[in-house]
């Protein structure tokens, strides 16, 4: 599942919502340390639900690169997608 998951995270992307828990947290404070874990977490549950996504969606590309599921297969691509959310 190592490969799948490697595979999504490495595909880009704006990464615009680690950054908007962390102003967020700035707003109030300066960023606490745990407020990266919970940058890391939204982020990794988002690619999670991307690929579940493509998926039901039977896109074949994203962001110009094949989908996990068209790479590796849907039933590979279920696999690695929960296996990104059981490590938030």
Do not use: W
Not at 58 to 78: D, F, I, Q
Request: with cysteine; glycine share 6%.
């Amino acid at each position: 599942m190592y490969n799948p998951a490697q595979y999504i995270l490495n595909l880009g992307g704006k990464r615009i919502r680690p950054v908007c828990v962390l102003m967020g947290n700035q707003l109030f404070n300066d960023i606490d340390p745990d407020a990266y874990n919970a940058a890391a977490a939204i982020e990794l549950f988002h690619n999670f639900s991307l690929i579940h996504d493509d998926i039901m969606d039977k896109a074949p590309m994203r962001r110009g690169m094949e989908t996990v599921h068209t790479k590796y297969g849907e039933s590979t691509a279920l696999l690695a997608g929960d296996d990104v959310c059981k490590s938030i």
